[in-house]
């Protein structure tokens, strides 16, 4: 019997995209179950890997090309991806991400660069956003994207603050009018945190150290987002907020509006009617543990799909089942972590390949079992 299987995964950070793994993956399967049809739909949270999501599933999507602002110094190439339907599906990472840095840089680094790529699109006709938050580098609250969309954020003076969470300590007043509109499609933010601006729970307190911040600089970040907050006149306690450094909440202050990053991508890629063309549904991250029902990619293509879905994973730390019908770890394929990163694609498609001999082993023994049944007297 030939098997429609679609192949859903995310990618596996620092070892392999979503587009990677997918094909790997169904290499793998295709060696021991040629005949089956497999559809690829790499899949994304809106961190890592979400513009790559959408080339590789997006017939016609194109990327495209600008340079802008860095997070902190100098220039970067930044890309973003054009959607046949006129919508730009932007990565924040790609401008002002944390991987652009080394060494880090809490309180000098900003969203700038962000907002110009947002204007680059804007400039080239986008209708719709689709604004992917994730891996940022700074602490600003979404300060440096709302300068560059032409806002006005002034100091006792009158003149413009410096960008950067460190800018925000002299914020006294804010100007505006001159600011891009959203597009008349509106912009949607692609993230699964539910943090608020500010505040123990906040921006700069629990995501702060992660982006360098030493203990007094992350209490620095977070009173210089409250003093955002009140000159901007909006609350900061909205979930979603605190994202990327509290960009999620300069986007909220724009008009945008927030939405699980799973969710949301896997809307614009109509995974839903994939999975209802599907026989069997595979899907995988590079650590799958209790945080990854929080809204990751796995448990999120699960939920849709929970009679039929598999996981591959490079580490297996917490039960998968009932959620799914059998699962493989690229650790266990490779006999350490070590060989498994270092040879991630491989141990994907051997995990492809373990998987359809299962499936196969499974449904050739429910086949003798009806068989039997039907002989008996």
């Not at 990618?11 to 060696?31: F, M, V």
């Not at 005949?35 to 899949?43: G, K, L, S, W, Y």
């Not at 006005?152 to 006294?172: F, V, Y």
Request: proline share 5%; hydrophobic share 45%.
């Amino acid at each position: 019997m030939v098997l429609r299987v679609l192949i859903a995964p995310d990618s596996l950070k620092g070892t392999a995209t979503a587009a990677e793994a997918a094909a790997a993956i169904a290499s793998g399967w295709r060696a021991i179950r040629p005949e089956d049809e497999i559809e690829c739909r790499p899949m994304a949270d809106g961190g890592e890997g979400t513009l790559s999501a959408f080339e590789a599933s997006v017939p016609g999507a194109v990327r495209r090309w600008t340079q802008v602002s860095g997070p902190l110094e100098g220039d970067v190439l930044a890309s973003w991806i054009e959607l046949p339907d006129g919508a730009a599906v932007i990565e924040l990472a790609e401008s002002s991400g944390i991987t652009l840095l080394d060494p880090l840089s809490p309180i000098e680094t900003h969203t700038y660069g962000f907002g110009q790529v947002i204007d680059h699109a804007l400039e080239q006709g986008a209708e719709r956003l689709v604004l992917a938050i994730g891996g940022s580098a700074s602490t600003d609250g979404g300060a440096g994207m709302l300068t560059a969309l032409g806002a006005r954020l002034l100091d006792d003076s009158g003149e413009q603050i410096a960008r950067g969470g460190t800018g925000l300590a002299d914020i006294a007043s804010r100007d505006m009018s001159h600011m891009r509109p959203l597009p008349r499609g509106g912009a949607v933010v692609l993230s699964d945190v539910v943090n608020p601006l500010f505040g123990r729970r906040g921006a700069a307190a629990v995501f702060g150290p992660q982006k360098g911040a030493s203990p007094d600089q992350a209490q620095t970040l977070d009173r210089n987002l409250r003093r955002f907050a009140r000159v901007m006149a909006r609350s900061g306690d909205a979930p979603g907020a605190g994202a990327a450094g509290g960009a999620g909440y300069g986007l909220l202050v724009w008009g945008a509006q927030m939405s699980s990053g799973a969710d949301g991508v896997a809307s614009a890629l109509e995974l839903s009617a994939a999975i209802a063309r599907a026989d069997v549904v595979i899907t995988g991250e590079g650590r799958f543990d209790h945080q990854t029902a929080g809204g990751k990619v796995a448990s999120y293509v699960a939920q849709l799909a929970p009679d039929r879905t598999f996981l591959i994973a490079g580490r297996i730390e917490a039960p998968t089942r009932p959620a799914f019908q059998d699962a493989v770890a690229l650790d266990d394929l490779a006999g350490s972590s070590e060989s498994a990163m270092l040879h991630t694609l491989r141990y994907l498609s051997d995990a492809g390949s373990a998987l359809a001999s299962r499936v196969a082993l499974s449904r050739a023994t429910r086949d003798e079992r009806k068989e039997d049944e039907g002989t008996r007297p």
